[in-house]
Structure formats: structure tokens, C-alpha cells
């Protein structure tokens, strides 16, 4: 029961260089949410897909691109990455808009761990 | 921005103890509240949802006061398996996300 997927699981990369992490969902999802987090900071979301198709923004989303692939996807790329993004990602899915009343469960993938040197 | 606040622990219990967890929120509109439990180096999990009636999951007992803005976690008989962080997790109305607190660490010992 895979759940959510995100891809790597661990990462290093230098100042400058570019990355894509990889999120998929298997549970038929609409919506779908990268967070990060930081020690003393709490999860913030950097961008969420409320149905395949659309994108937002959310509270952190500077130096960070998404892309909705499908359904199933929800991609986060750092075009120029900085030590400031070193973090713990985590992409999450839910299956409906957590505006409506019954979707009210978020489920995360394991996190991926991302060091910018 | 939008604030959700807990005091950050960690909370050292004993086994067999009741501890209680307060989380307060700034935006009087919010609509669905909840709490989540993260262990260590693991992504967060729904622990459960909280009424505004109050509601009890075996040992765990959320309580929620609109007029205080507050939120409020029991936990009795406290488990070695209950050491984590728990979040406290606020959906405001009209917006498609979710505001995370930056969580209470419980350590429980034997």
C-alpha cells in the first residue's frame, strides 16, 4: 500500500545546481501539496495543486517551481538551489479540496532530505 | 500570517502519566482543526480530528474552546510509544490548506 512516493529520499547538492524532486500518489488523490521543514519553523507550504491542471502558491513558494504532471504527479524543481533551501521536503495529497467538509485528511509522503552546500 | 501557537516541550512523563498539550490560534474564522503526530525523521500522520463538542479516541481526548481560540490534547496513561512530536493542524475557512503549529515533543520514559 504505497500511498505517497516521493522521490530521492536523500539529496546534496552545491549552490547553483538544479533538482527536481518527484512525488506520486496511488489513492486517486485531487489535490495534491509540497511542504518544508525546518527545526524552531514548522511545515510550510511552498505550492499545492487543488485539482490535476492547477497550481498555487503558498506561504514560501520563492525559488521553487511545481508541476502537475497528471493525476497522480506533483513534481517540485529548484532551478538555482541555495543553502537557505536545505531542508526536509514533504509532499502530501488529499482527496478533495480541504475546503470541503469531508476533506479534512492530508497524507504525507516519508520526506525527502535536501542539503545545499 | 496566519499563527498557530504550541508550547515546544518536550514534555518528560513517566509511564502511566496524564499530559495535556494547548495549542492556540489567531484567526477566529478557522473552521477545522486537528492533531497530527510526527515521529522522529517521519512524516507526519493524522492522530485525530477535533469537534467542537470535544471527542475521546481511546486514551487520547481532544477538547476545542472557539471563544479562547484554543485547542487541547489529553493523552492518559502514557505509553513509551507515545514519544513524538504532536503538531496542532488549523484549516481556515475558503483556503485549500493547512497551518501547521510547529509541534509539542513528548518524551515518555519507563
Known amino acids: 500500500n504505497a500511498g505517497v512516493t516521493q522521490t530521492p529520499k536523500f539529496q546534496v547538492l552545491k549552490t547553483g545546481q538544479s533538482m527536481t524532486l518527484q512525488c506520486a500518489q496511488d489513492?486517486?488523490?485531487?489535490?495534491m501539496y509540497w511542504y518544508r521543514q525546518d527545526p524552531g519553523m514548522g511545515l510550510r507550504l511552498i505550492y499545492y495543486?487543488?485539482?490535476?491542471?492547477?497550481?498555487d502558491k503558498g506561504e514560501v513558494p520563492n525559488g521553487y517551481n511545481v508541476s502537475r504532471l497528471n493525476k497522480r504527479e506533483f513534481s517540485l524543481r529548484l532551478e538555482s538551489a541555495a543553502p537557505s533551501q536545505t531542508s526536509v521536503y514533504f509532499c502530501a495529497s488529499s482527496d478533495r479540496v480541504l475546503t470541503s467538509s469531508s476533506g479534512n485528511t492530508i497524507y504525507f509522503g516519508e520526506g525527502s532530505w535536501l542539503t545545499v552546500v | 500570517r496566519k499563527e498557530v501557537e504550541q508550547d515546544p516541550g518536550p514534555f518528560n512523563v513517566p509511564e502511566g502519566a496524564t499530559v495535556a498539550f494547548n495549542c492556540t490560534y489567531s484567526?477566529?474564522?478557522?473552521?477545522?482543526f486537528f492533531w497530527y503526530r510526527q515521529d522522529c525523521r517521519k512524516e507526519p500522520k493524522l492522530l485525530m480530528s477535533?469537534?467542537?463538542s470535544g471527542n475521546e479516541d481511546g486514551r487520547f481526548t481532544a477538547q476545542l474552546n472557539r471563544a479562547s481560540q484554543y485547542i487541547s490534547l489529553l493523552i492518559r496513561d502514557s505509553k513509551l510509544s507515545d514519544s513524538a512530536t504532536y503538531l496542532c493542524v488549523v484549516r481556515d475557512s475558503g483556503y485549500s490548506t493547512l497551518t501547521f503549529g510547529k509541534g509539542t515533543m513528548l518524551l515518555v520514559s519507563p
Open positions: 489513492m486517486n488523490h485531487n489535490s
Open positions: 495543486s487543488a485539482s490535476e491542471g492547477t497550481t
Open positions: 477535533v469537534y467542537s
Open positions: 484567526n477566529s474564522a478557522s473552521q477545522s
